[in-house]
């Protein structure tokens, strides 16, 4: 069983910056790619920034392309979001999530993940 938990949410103005973390516990061996979503009240689940573990590769959805960076740190099982330039429409609940097994894309649908936090709420708002 692999646990993720997701740390540094919260209420933040238009302009801000924020970081949030995911640190994985438990049998992490066999991940292949970590990554965020997130979820707006009555909006479907949408991928926001994936990694793959190996290597490092980095995918990005557009609307945060230029203002989030997804970073890894491999001796922590930790993944850390970075955003910067925040705006209203990037408040949601942010969900990290993880695969374990290899695919011929960039894994960015919700179905294509095994395990999931329990998510941490951002709020942009002045």
């Known amino acids: 069983q692999v646990q993720l938990v997701e740390s540094g949410g919260g209420l933040v103005q238009p302009g801000d910056s924020l970081t949030l973390s995911c640190t994985a516990s438990g049998l992490t061996v066999s991940t292949y790619a970590r990554a965020w979503f997130r979820q707006a009240p009555g909006k479907p689940r949408e991928f926001v920034s994936g990694?793959?573990?190996?290597?490092?590769?980095?995918n990005y959805a557009d609307s945060v392309k230029g203002r989030f960076t997804l970073s890894r740190d491999r001796a922590k099982s930790t993944i850390y979001l970075q955003m910067i330039s925040l705006k209203p429409e990037d408040t949601a609940v942010y969900y990290c999530?993880?695969?374990?097994?290899?695919?011929?894309?960039?894994?960015?649908?919700?179905?294509?993940?095994?395990?999931w936090g329990q998510g941490t709420q951002v709020t942009v708002s002045s």
């Open positions: 990694i793959l573990w190996n290597s490092g590769a980095t």
């Open positions: 999530a993880g695969r374990r097994s290899s695919s011929l894309s960039f894994p960015k649908s919700a179905t294509h993940y095994d395990y």
